[in-house]
């Protein structure tokens, strides 16, 4: 199994700054087709999963700008730009290169 | 629009299956290169991927529950299945459905408690 591998935050980010979440695979995510095949999700508390960025670095349709993804084949980050009360929660990056589909185990973002 | 909906038993004593539905809208599972994911979530952890299935009935397990899984579909009535057999205390959890590989739309989730 592709193991994911995510880092800790700081805790708290204060209002206005920058996040990067980092995530590392035990394996390449990179195809044959040349993509990466990457997802990050947001859950705020309560809710269930929000898709951020598929294929590492493309944005889900009504996802912020301020969310990029980024990263080579086994080592990615998740910049999270002028961050906001409401990116709160956990962030989770996912495999989705091979079976089975494995997920990071998440990082909590809080925001004073 | 796109929407995604779990349901099942909710209270389970250990060793019985547990059957669970997700009915969905906005997309059909005939529709080439479609797959509708389950995932579980006990409370306060992590995300689990359990199984997947596809529009060409091709399926996907996770091998850490071993054969317990089973996945189906309903393409005529816009419903994906899965059945886990023998249950114990270790799969209470949420359980959620999402469509695809980038699992860009998922349900809400149903709360599923294993319990003597």
């Known amino acids: 199994d592709i193991v994911m591998t995510q880092g800790v935050l700081p805790n708290p980010v204060p209002s206005g700054e920058s996040a990067s979440i980092t995530c590392r695979s035990s394996?390449?995510?990179?195809?044959?087709?040349?993509?990466?095949?990457l997802n990050w999700f947001l859950q705020r508390p309560g809710q269930s999963p929000q898709l951020l960025t598929y294929w590492m670095s493309t944005r889900a349709s009504g996802v912020s700008d301020r969310f990029s993804g980024s990263g080579s084949g086994t080592y990615f980050t998740l910049k999270i730009s002028r961050v906001r009360a409401e990116d709160a929660g956990v962030y989770y990056c996912?495999?989705?290169?091979?079976?089975?589909?494995?997920f990071g185990s998440g990082t909590k973002l809080e925001i004073k | 629009q796109v929407t995604l909906k779990e349901s099942g038993t909710g209270i389970l004593q250990p060793s019985q299956a547990l059957s669970l539905t997700c009915s969905f809208s906005?997309?059909?599972?005939?529709?080439?290169?479609?797959?509708v994911s389950w995932i579980r979530q006990p409370s306060g952890k992590g995300l689990e991927w359990l199984a997947d299935i596809c529009w060409d009935d091709g399926k996907g397990y996770n091998p850490s529950l071993k054969n317990r899984l089973s996945i189906s579909k309903d393409t005529s009535n816009n419903q994906a299945f899965l059945k886990i057999t023998s249950v114990d205390t270790a799969d209470t959890a949420t359980y959620y459905c999402?469509?695809?590989?980038?699992?860009?739309?998922w349900g809400q989730g149903v709360m599923v408690t294993v319990s003597s």
């Open positions: 394996k390449s995510l990179v195809y044959k087709d040349g993509k990466t095949y």
């Open positions: 999402a469509r695809g590989s980038f699992f860009d739309y």
């Open positions: 906005g997309f059909s599972l005939s529709t080439t290169g479609i797959c």
């Open positions: 996912q495999q989705v290169r091979e079976y089975p589909l494995t």
